[in-house]
């Protein structure tokens, strides 16, 4: 999926890295927009450089927005303040 976001990846200087259990993870970063109804919030996307990834909201996005999440349910639902 991150083909799609390639054209926009940043240089290797801005990749980051997190540290995890089984050691660093060196992430592969490019800049877009989420949108979402008529919200647009611009976003780092992120895949691992080596070996493959989830899709996840990250916590940047959940800072920006009021996301109700009802795992019973399965669903996901975006709110007001």
């Given amino acids: 999926m991150f083909e799609h976001f390639k054209i926009g990846e940043l240089p290797p200087k801005y990749r980051r890295v997190y540290s995890t259990l089984t050691g660093e993870v060196i992430m592969r970063v490019a800049r877009g927009y989420i ?20 899709l996840l909201v990250g916590r940047e996005i ?3 927005l009021v996301l109700v999440l ?7 639902c975006l709110s007001t303040e």
């Fill in 35 to 54: 949108l979402i109804d008529n919200i647009s919030v611009e976003a780092f996307i992120e895949t691992p450089l080596f070996g493959y990834g989830k």
């Fill in 62 to 64: 959940l800072n920006k």
């Fill in 70 to 76: 009802d795992g019973p349910k399965n669903i996901c």
